[in-house]
């Protein structure tokens, strides 16, 4: 979680909002997750990893989402705190998902450094999400938004800090999406909420490959097709 900390927040996110959606989304994450947490204004030294490892610790993660590390000081270098993240990641297979939630609520003074960090991302498999808090559109538009499609990633747009709480839990729930915790294809997120047509829930194990012992993998039993509406959704 890469989390903006500039001086404008004390009117674009004056109750901190953005550490109360942070703490939530971070306790609904698969168990065993690893998670580092940075935070940026524009004076290099204080933005920083908070974090200087990766942790499956949620309680230590939610530790550093305070008002003692958090209090809006300063200006905005979003790229610099992105190129802090990348050392935190571990693992260099690319079957280990690796996301990055980016929130930023202003122009940033660094944006010479977008292609390289679009690079990193990509070379790294790390998919960035960014959200854009506030008015300030045409920035969100010519870098937070290539950010994410760039990366692989999606680009969320929340004009008031109270839209953050929604946006934070569709961001849980593409995790889900992207985790087969089960290795049988089927994400997590389909095998805790799989419904049948008459409304019954569809019990499923996602740390079972094969949920009722019947010899079939659940891929061989379900498969899961998306249907989108003419607007994608």
């Known amino acids: 979680l890469v989390i903006d900390d500039s001086g404008s927040m004390d009117w ?3 109750y901190f ?13 698969p168990d065993n997750s690893k998670i580092g947490l940075v935070r940026f204004d524009g004076d290099y030294p204080k933005t920083e990893a908070l974090t200087k490892t990766l942790t499956t610790d949620k309680e230590y993660a939610k530790s550093y989402l305070t008002r003692t590390y958090f209090y809006s000081p300063g200006g905005t270098d ?23 939630v980016v929130l930023s609520d202003g122009e940033t003074s660094d944006t010479y450094l977008h292609s390289d960090v679009v690079s990193t991302a990509n070379s790294s498999n790390v998919k960035v999400y960014t959200v854009g808090l506030g008015s300030s559109t045409s920035y969100f538009n010519n870098y937070l938004k290539p950010l994410s499609s760039q990366t692989g990633g999606e680009f969320y747009l929340a004009s008031n800090a109270g839209q953050l709480a929604d946006i934070y839990k569709d961001i849980n729930q593409k995790i889900d999406l ?3 915790s089960d290795n049988d294809k089927i994400p997590d997120y389909y095998e805790d909420n799989m419904v049948s047509f ?9 740390t079972k490959d094969d949920t009722d012992g ?4 659940d891929n061989e039993e379900i498969e899961v097709v998306l249907v ?6």
């Not at 550490?19 to 939530?24: E, G, K, Q, Y």
């Not at 019947?214 to 993998?217: E, I, K, R, S, T």
């Open 12 to 14: 674009n996110d004056p």
């Open 17 to 29: 909002e953005r550490l109360n959606v942070a703490r939530t989304l971070i306790d609904k994450l």
């Open 78 to 100: 979003m790229y610099n705190g992105i190129q802090k993240a990348f050392p935190l990641y571990e693992a260099t297979d690319e079957t280990t998902l690796k996301m990055m």
């Open 178 to 180: 992207e985790i087969h």
């Open 198 to 206: 008459n409304g019954k829930k569809i019990e499923m194990d996602k």
């Open 214 to 217: 019947d010899g079939l993998a």
């Open 228 to 233: 989108y509406n003419e607007d994608k959704t």
